[in-house]
């Protein structure tokens, strides 16, 4: 990395510490599910990004650990900072056994991506009759004063949470960095770009294809429980739907996949297009339920057909920027 | 559960018929990805799409949908010819990814349309003349899900002869066994791949018309479609179309008796948990893909 990236990095990083000081509760808002955005970006790219496994079900990860964290503390108050490690455990786990199943009989490709989905889908279904942790019909975590900041529990008020994800965000981009230059990472792109070739030199893509797919599904279990307690509230119908899969992923493909920053910038400009649509819908005055969807369709679908490999890949060279 | 056997060959045979249009809708996925390789995520939107225009059909010029096959039917393979041809030619050499994400940004696309043009409420389309049950002993068939079978098998039929005993069929299936190889002898693969895209939209355009006559249709039906028709041809075989169909009545027998055994919404997860064994034992479908 050279000094002008440097120099980039730590004046937007400053610039996002400093955020809830001067902008908006609403500024600070967009900002806190950008960051949401941008980690779970990131955990899906390690997968996908790294070592080339398409997981069109993220979702399931997340609900997984959301539900985990918040029934412990719904049924048995145990805080937020134990139960992270109940869903980090129950993820990966999860992933683990979704991954070995699916590498041991050879699932790849489309079919490999069709399984995740099949499996969120299965969740979702299956969470919307657990009755335990409320069924259809949701779970509900206490909202108390939003003035009182609580860390331990995990209750405050946004700003807190915006700090949280910030710092999760920031991690995620360390370790994504230090995993890129890692054994395993190498291993991993080696297995992205020919796992025939690769296994003839004697990596154990079974194993290293685990372990991508383990890290990923802990990651987004984690994002899970910040988002339970973020938003109070738990339903099936949105944790684990397809559609917050495709969130998920929409950040890293329109930032570059496989790229470091491009999961963060993905998600930034994800923010901004929605956030923008529903400016511009306000302003024209033609606020029909849908013209916001088709405008992000629209968008979307331009971004998609005309900058293929992401736009971070072009942005870094327009800014001469390494990538 | 009170149920006895009648109860149980009723549940079996209505399931048996909406499979058969199920089928149908997924011969129409299956039948793009053999050929073109097209993983087309906005498959459901599409049939929602074709219900939706098969409602207004009925409302406005009460044309019923059994008549309104033909021209959604053409409307559909004209709209698949101009898609492939336009917007996913193109995208054939890109990775997989990118080609799902267009056709993900089309299905958002469509979605949202509908939502703007028709609102949020559900529609339907109630014939009188078929509301009628034919008693058959102690069978009761829905007339309305008989005569939609009857022409899911019927266009079912169709595609078979034509992929079978036609030239341009037999050159599509050359494309699909062997790409270099019809490239070679000089096939004009743009084209076809572009007369398959039409054909399996075709299929979904006609199966819309048909489900509309079974369930009602709203704005956000779409992904449920998609998923529906992805597992359904999974469990087939993708690329596979007797699978398909074979799919199609496995999927639409275990929904109705996951809704008679379990409960009404738990039966989709029958048929998540189905495909999930089939991908783990049997990756390429009960019966793989020969085209």
């Not at chain 1, 004046?11 to 908006?24: R, T």
Request: charged share 10%.
């Amino acid at each position: 990395m050279n000094r002008r990236a440097t120099v980039l990095l730590l004046g937007l990083f400053g610039l996002l510490v400093a955020l809830p000081f001067w902008a908006s509760p609403y500024v600070v808002s967009v900002a806190t599910l950008f960051l949401l955005f941008a980690y779970t970006g990131q955990a899906w790219n390690i997968m996908m990004g790294f070592a080339g496994l398409l997981s069109l079900g993220h979702a399931l990860f997340l609900g997984v650990g959301a539900y985990t964290a918040a029934a412990l503390y719904y049924h048995f108050n145990i805080g937020p900072w134990l139960g992270l490690w109940v869903a980090l455990a129950l993820c990966s786990s999860l992933a683990a056994a979704l991954a070995g199943l699916a590498f041991r009989y050879r699932v790849s490709g489309v079919y490999f991506a069709l399984l995740t989905i099949g499996c969120a889908e299965f969740a979702r279904i299956g969470f919307d009759h657990f009755m335990w942790v409320g069924g259809s019909g949701g779970l509900f975590l206490k909202v108390v004063e939003r003035e009182r900041m609580d860390l331990l529990n995990l209750r405050g008020p946004p700003a807190m949470f915006y700090y949280v994800i910030l710092f999760l965000a920031g991690a995620a981009l360390v370790l994504s960095k230090l995993l890129l230059r890692s054994r395993a990472g190498y291993y991993w792109q080696a297995i992205r770009e020919s796992e025939d070739a690769a296994a003839a030199l004697g990596v154990n893509t079974f194993r290293w294809k685990m372990l991508a797919v383990t890290i990923s599904g802990a990651m987004t279990g984690l994002a899970g429980m910040f988002s339970a307690f973020y938003y109070s509230n738990l339903f099936p119908e949105q944790l684990f739907h397809i559609s917050r899969s495709i969130e998920i992923i929409l950040g890293p493909i329109i930032g570059g996949i496989g790229t470091l920053f491009g999961p963060i910038i993905g998600a930034a400009l994800l923010t901004l297009l929605a956030d923008g649509a529903t400016e511009l819908v306000a302003a024209v005055g033609w606020d029909v339920p849908g013209v916001k969807q088709l405008l992000y369709g629209i968008m979307l679908f331009l971004i998609v057909a005309f900058l293929p490999h992401g736009v971070w890949p072009a942005l870094a060279r327009k800014l001469k920027l390494p990538q | 559960m009170p149920f006895d056997l009648s109860t149980l060959l009723n549940v079996l045979i209505s399931g048996l018929m909406t499979g058969l249009v199920y089928g149908l809708m997924a011969l129409g996925l299956s039948v793009i990805f053999g050929v073109a390789r097209v993983v087309n995520f906005a498959h459901g939107e599409m049939m929602a799409l074709a219900m939706y225009a098969a409602a207004l059909l009925f409302s406005t010029i009460r044309v019923n949908p059994f008549i309104a096959v033909v021209p959604i039917g053409a409307a559909f393979f004209f709209f698949g010819y101009a898609l492939q041809r336009l917007v996913l030619r193109p995208f054939i050499v890109r990775p997989q990814h990118s080609q799902f994400l267009l056709l993900l940004a089309l299905a958002v696309v469509i979605t949202s349309a509908l939502l703007i043009v028709f609102g949020p409420d559900a529609r339907a389309v109630n014939l009188d003349w078929l509301l009628e049950p034919i008693i058959l002993g102690e069978v009761l068939l829905d007339q309305a899900k008989l005569y939609a079978a009857v022409v899911a098998c019927a266009v079912a039929a169709a595609l078979f002869a034509f992929f079978y005993f036609s030239q341009t069929g037999i050159a599509i299936r050359a494309c699909a066994d062997n790409l270099l190889g019809a490239k070679i002898i000089g096939l004009n693969v743009d084209r076809l791949y572009a007369i398959t895209f039409a054909i399996g939209a075709s299929c979904v355009g006609i199966a819309g018309c048909m489900m509309i006559l079974l369930v009602d249709v709203t704005p956000t039906s779409g992904p449920a479609y998609t998923l529906l028709a992805f597992v359904i041809v999974i469990i087939g075989g993708l690329g596979s179309m007797s699978g398909a169909l074979v799919g199609g009545v496995l999927i639409g027998i275990s929904e109705a008796l996951g809704g008679l055994f379990i409960a009404p919404s738990a039966k989709s997860m029958i048929s998540f948990a189905l495909m999930i064994m089939v991908l783990i034992f049997r990756p390429r479908g009960l019966i793989p893909e020969k085209l």
